[in-house]
């Protein structure tokens, strides 16, 4: 069986022309822009990754993601895990943000930020509570980003 040559369609030619396919075969499945290189996801995943405040996104569950991933942030020992306060701040007057997607070590001081996780109302934590300290230490000690990330998986994200 012999093909037609589909060059020499003149439908098939306006179909390509409307699509933007300047070479034939053109194609492209990851965009670089939009989607995490492999050595970006191995910093993000190991060391972190420090990242422009403005090329953070906000999700609609006001989780904070870089390209096609959820991720923390950090700044002085707090790891800010949604669009609270304090984030809007930092993403606003810092040049460069540190991030990733990892466990971040123990720390008696710093930790999760509360507020993000009260923004998220992260199983049911709310401003109210947040006054009372011994809840606050509480939840810095049991806090577990692996659990986290069951409600919330960091990555892909649609």
Not at 13 to 38: C, I, K, V, Y
Not at 93 to 112: F, I, N
Request: a negative charge; proline letters at 5%.
């Amino acid at each position: 069986m012999k093909l037609p040559d589909f060059l020499q369609d003149e439908a098939f030619n306006r179909l390509r022309q409307h699509m933007g396919a300047t070479e034939l075969g053109q194609f492209e499945l990851f965009d670089p822009s939009r989607q995490l290189t492999w050595s970006e996801r191995e910093a993000l995943a190991g060391p972190g990754l420090n990242v422009a405040g403005n090329d953070l996104r906000v999700l609609k569950d006001k989780t904070l993601a870089y390209k096609n991933s959820r991720v923390w942030v950090e700044q002085e020992g707090v790891y800010h895990l949604a669009y609270c306060q304090p984030m809007q701040s930092l993403r606003h007057h810092r040049p460069q943000l540190h991030t990733g997607t990892s466990e971040w070590p123990a720390s008696k001081e710093g930790g999760v930020c509360l507020e993000c996780l009260a923004l998220l109302q992260y199983q049911g934590i709310d401003t109210r509570r947040l006054r009372r300290t011994e809840f606050v230490e509480q939840m810095r000690e049991h806090f577990s980003l692996q659990e986290f990330c069951r409600e919330y998986p960091f990555y892909p994200i649609v």
